[in-house]
């Protein structure tokens, strides 16, 4: 696999969260970010005090098996837009798509159920 390979998937990727972000944010202007090869930074912004900001490991931007339909998918079952709405302004979400929640250690599903956050 080349790194046009790569590089065309995480953008066909960043396409539909951004697609996903835009249709669940109306009204909100969205800044992408990225910081490879760790992350990419979606930012949401309406006002000054209104605020979400989404984290994607660039690792899950990248993976083969994160097709742009499975992430559209994803994106709607995990609650994405939802769940970074909970958050407190200023504080970041950070999604990662697990593929296999048994193998999550169970103090580790726990935090991931309790869904915490960064800052």
Excluded: C
């Amino acid at each position: 696999m080349t790194n046009d390979d790569e590089d065309n998937r995480v953008q066909e990727n960043l396409e539909v969260i951004q697609e996903y972000l835009l249709s669940q944010f109306k009204g909100f202007d969205q800044t992408a970010t990225p910081n490879r090869p760790t992350s990419y930074t979606f930012t949401l912004t309406r006002s000054y005090d209104e605020s979400y900001k989404l984290k994607v490991s660039w690792k899950q931007l990248a993976d083969r098996s994160n097709t742009p339909e499975k992430l559209k998918k994803r994106l709607a079952i995990d609650d994405v837009a939802g769940r970074m709405r909970q958050k407190s302004q200023g504080e970041t979400f950070w999604w990662e798509i697990i593929k296999n929640p048994e193998d999550v250690p169970e103090k580790v599903r726990y935090l991931l159920q309790t869904r915490l956050h960064i800052r």
